[in-house]
């Protein structure tokens, strides 16, 4: 509810404050049990930030985070470690996040030590069950990341997050940086997962092709707002947002009998320490009003589900 991440520049001899980014700029959204809510944006668009926040791997500014009717913002970092088990998050990079000098074993059974869970036998019995889970085998328990390729480690860093039974996971962008022939593979296990375990995902991704098949609900960040939020089929059929539909006309479309056209959006992002005043997206937009450049739309139901923040509607 009303997130917000704002970072300091500083600068000069004295390190003084000489302005800030605001990186997550009054989100707000729900993520229902048992879904999986696809977030979408270019980079820097604040969706990281805001994944990164709800867990409190960098604190939030201002706004709160509830879960299980908890504020996550305002808990003791005893009750904080507790909530931990129950929120976790995949990683972007599979590469830079599983320490090359430990083994598999080590890196997945490094929650369940950190929580205090089992003996030494039963960590070692669940890390196998985990690797089993994820597709790889006990075997591989005794190796070391450098030994496997980018899917495979992807997995490794599955098996780790799951390792402590989480509700929930924060998944940032898990196969940007994958191949596409091993995208569909880890996209899959992802969905084989979420569904034997019940898992709730919030699915970060940088184009919407990739949170197409695995949503149930997409977001489109665009300079730490959220500008649309809706079910997929509304978001993919029928987007609002200018924006959103910019991203999805450069969405390849395999049937050459739908046409459509593809719309170019003028200029680069601007920059999240000095966005335009109004609604951000205006130097952008091909629906520009002159209003736009002066008011900030609120974010606001269409309809039930479809929410957007545009002064066209
Ligand atoms: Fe475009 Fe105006 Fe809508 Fe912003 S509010 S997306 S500038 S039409
Ligand atoms: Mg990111």
């Known amino acids: 509810k009303k997130l917000k991440k704002y970072f300091e520049i500083k600068g000069g001899i004295f390190g003084k404050k000489v302005g800030e980014v605001k990186a997550v700029d009054d989100v707000s959204f729900k993520l229902y049990e048992g879904e999986i809510l696809g977030i979408v944006g270019e980079s820097g668009c604040g969706k990281s930030t805001t994944g990164k926040a709800i867990l409190r791997l960098i604190e939030p500014t201002e706004g709160s985070v509830i879960f299980n009717g908890q504020d996550v913002t305002k808990v003791s970092d005893e009750e904080m470690r507790r909530l931990r088990r129950d929120m976790q998050m995949i990683f972007q990079d599979p590469y830079a996040s599983l320490n090359p000098r430990h083994t598999v074993e080590k890196i997945i059974s490094e929650p369940l030590l950190v929580h205090g869970i089992g003996t030494t036998k039963e960590r070692k019995e669940k890390v196998c069950e985990l690797l ?182």
């Open 132 to 313: 089993e889970v994820v597709g790889l085998s006990s075997y591989h328990a005794s190796r070391y990341p450098h030994q496997f390729s980018g899917g495979q480690r992807q997995r490794i860093g599955i098996a780790r997050a799951l390792a402590v039974n989480p509700k929930l996971l924060i998944c940032d962008e898990p196969v940007s940086a994958l191949d596409v022939s091993v995208q569909s593979q880890i996209l899959n296990l992802m969905e084989d997962l979420k569904n034997k375990f019940q898992l709730t995902y919030l699915f970060i991704a940088h184009d919407l092709s990739v949170v197409k098949h695995i949503s149930d609900r997409v977001g489109v960040m665009y300079l730490g707002r959220m500008v649309e939020l809706a079910t997929k089929n509304d978001l993919y059929d029928e987007p609002l947002h200018p924006y959103t539909k910019a991203l999805l006309s450069a969405v390849p479309v395999p049937d050459p009998d739908h046409k459509s056209e593809r719309v170019i959006l003028q200029g680069d992002v601007p920059s999240p320490s000095n966005p335009p005043a109004g609604c951000t997206f205006h130097t952008r937009c091909p629906e520009c009003m002159e209003i736009c450049k002066t008011e900030r739309p609120t974010f606001q139901p269409v309809t039930d589900h479809h929410f957007v923040a545009c002064h066209l509607y």
